[in-house]
């Protein structure tokens, strides 16, 4: 099979990233077997594998998986625990399809970049036309978080869309497009961000505004003027927070949450409250399971603990950590944690050193959503997060 068509291949698995997992979950799972399948043809093994030695960072990866599949050992929910591998899975076979494919060049990979942006602007436009439709037939009452991403879990579609807007602010990536589309683009993937309300998310949509717009005003203007411009942005997306109460309800219900953890009642169910309780057992148990609970019994286990703990609200929900590296510690223990840890944190240093912006902002995106989500619990988080840190780490590597 010529070169061509394990690149239109792989194009087709970056464009589902944004658009299938809730909808159509398969058409993900398909992408990345075709793409399997085409990587056991009988090709120059030699020569594909010699790029993912050469990397450590996409051995860590393919380390941190198969620290998935000891925790099976002793593990005695086997179902569960091949169900977690399967969910994995996309750590061991990313690095695998992307680094083990010398036909893929720089720019292969910035053509995939735009195919990823395309989707994400599409599913934007879609969400918000379907939002202000029911808002202007319910007297503005627009929709926000879940209400405005039935399809898609807020957090999860929020990362699609930062990410979307950080590959389209790199523009010697993307193809010469008309001034008021390329801003339009940015104001639809970033209203959405804003709509989907995932508070973590929107803090991060300021941070990466504000470093982009710092880096676009110190290249044309005095540095006077970069203060005035840097503060108006500054006001004006504090007042867009202020102006929209549902928004601004979510940020004051988790900022009071945070002051007065002690008023948390145990049946609570809100997503802040939720969280602390959960991170406490979770916490616990990662203490007193220093080598994990093991892949499949990390879920029962921490079920267990919230209702040792007496947490009925959440035990009923049966909710995992909301952590990764607390889910992790919990399940493999404390050295699976710190591989997961040095996945992140390594190539963030290395990414700013040699000022790969957007490779910083993917990690810091999934980092930041690290803390608050299992992000490697489900198809939508680690299909992501495997296929563009391998794609973006193969990019760094080849500047």
Same mark, same amino acid.
């Given at each position: 099979?010529?070169?061509?068509?394990?690149?239109?291949?792989?194009?087709?698995?970056?464009?589902?990233?944004?658009?299938?997992?809730?909808?159509?979950?398969?058409?993900?799972?398909?992408?990345?077997?075709?793409?399997?399948?085409?990587?056991?043809?009988?090709?120059?093994?030699?020569?594909?594998?010699?790029?993912?030695?050469?990397?450590?960072?996409?051995?860590?990866?393919?380390?941190?998986?198969?620290?998935?599949?000891?925790?099976?050992?002793?593990?005695?929910?086997?179902?569960?625990?091949?169900?977690?591998?399967?969910?994995?899975?996309?750590?061991?076979?990313?690095?695998?399809?992307?680094?083990?494919?010398?036909?893929?060049?720089?720019?292969?990979?910035?053509?995939? &970049? !735009?195919?990823?942006?395309?989707?994400?602007?599409?599913?934007?436009?879609?969400?918000?036309?379907?939002?202000?439709?029911?808002?202007?037939?319910?007297?503005?009452?627009?929709?926000?978080?879940?209400?405005? #991403?039935?399809?898609?879990?807020?957090?999860?579609?929020?990362? *699609?869309?930062?990410?979307?807007?950080?590959?389209?602010?790199?523009?010697?990536?993307?193809?010469?497009?008309?001034?008021?589309? /390329?801003?339009?683009?940015?104001?639809? !993937?970033?209203?959405?961000?804003?709509?989907?309300?995932?508070?973590?998310?929107?803090?991060? !949509?300021?941070?990466?505004?504000?470093?982009?717009?710092?880096?676009?005003?110190?290249?044309?203007?005095?540095?006077?003027?970069? *203060?005035?411009?840097?503060?108006?942005?500054?006001?004006?997306?504090?007042?867009?927070?202020?102006?929209?109460?549902?928004?601004?309800?979510?940020?004051?219900?988790?900022?009071?949450?945070?002051?007065?953890?002690?008023?948390?009642?145990?049946?609570?169910?809100?997503?802040?409250?939720?969280?602390?309780?959960?991170?406490?057992?979770?916490?616990?148990?990662?203490?007193?399971?220093?080598?994990?609970?093991?892949?499949?019994?990390?879920?029962?286990?921490?079920? &267990?603990?919230?209702?040792?703990?007496? /947490?009925?609200?959440?035990?009923?929900?049966?909710?995992?950590?909301?952590?990764?590296?607390?889910?992790?510690?919990?399940?493999?223990?404390?050295?699976?944690?710190?591989?997961?840890?040095?996945?992140?944190?390594?190539?963030?240093?290395?990414?700013?050193?040699? &000022?790969?912006?957007?490779?910083?902002?993917?990690?810091?995106?999934?980092?930041?959503?690290? !803390?608050?989500?299992?992000?490697?619990?489900?198809?939508?988080?680690?299909?992501?997060?495997?296929?563009?840190? #391998?794609?973006?780490?193969?990019?760094?590597?080849?500047?």
């Amino acid at each position: 099979m010529s070169p061509s068509w394990l690149n239109k291949c792989l194009f087709f698995a970056s464009a589902m990233l944004a658009v299938s997992f809730p909808i159509f979950p398969l058409l993900v799972q398909v992408s990345v077997l075709i793409l399997l399948l085409i990587y056991l043809l009988p090709i120059d093994w030699k020569k594909r594998l010699q790029e993912l030695k050469s990397s450590k960072l996409a051995l860590l990866l393919v380390v941190f998986f198969l620290f998935n599949v000891v925790g099976l050992l002793w593990s005695e929910n086997l179902a569960k625990a091949l169900l977690h591998i399967e969910i994995k899975s996309s750590l061991l076979l990313m690095p695998l399809l992307i680094f083990a494919r010398p036909d893929l060049t720089k720019s292969n990979i910035n053509r995939i &970049k !735009l195919f990823f942006v395309g989707s994400a602007v599409l599913v934007a436009f879609f969400l918000l036309a379907r939002s202000f439709l029911i808002g202007f037939l319910n007297s503005g009452s627009w929709l926000i978080y879940g209400d405005f #991403s039935p399809f898609f879990h807020p957090s999860y579609i929020s990362m *699609y869309f930062l990410l979307a807007m950080v590959f389209l602010f790199d523009k010697e990536n993307i193809p010469v497009i008309p001034k008021l589309v /390329y801003y339009l683009l940015l104001i639809v !993937l970033g209203a959405s961000v804003f709509f989907l309300a995932s508070k973590l998310n929107i803090l991060l !949509l300021f941070l990466i505004l504000l470093f982009f717009f710092i880096q676009y005003i110190r290249e044309r203007f005095s540095r006077v003027t970069n *203060y005035v411009l840097a503060s108006i942005f500054f006001l004006g997306t504090l007042s867009a927070l202020m102006l929209n109460q549902s928004v601004y309800e979510r940020f004051a219900v988790g900022w009071e949450t945070i002051k007065h953890p002690e008023a948390i009642q145990t049946d609570d169910t809100e997503s802040n409250a939720a969280r602390l309780m959960i991170w406490r057992s979770a916490f616990d148990l990662a203490v007193e399971n220093p080598f994990g609970v093991g892949t499949g019994d990390v879920n029962i286990e921490l079920s &267990k603990k919230y209702h040792q703990n007496g /947490y009925s609200g959440i035990e009923s929900k049966q909710l995992n950590a909301h952590n990764q590296f607390l889910q992790t510690s919990v399940a493999i223990g404390v050295l699976g944690m710190l591989v997961l840890l040095l996945i992140m944190v390594i190539p963030f240093i290395q990414s700013l050193v040699s &000022k790969d912006f957007v490779f910083s902002a993917f990690l810091l995106i999934s980092f930041s959503n690290a !803390l608050v989500e299992g992000i490697l619990e489900a198809q939508a988080g680690v299909i992501f997060f495997a296929f563009f840190y #391998s794609l973006l780490l193969r990019n760094a590597k080849s500047n």
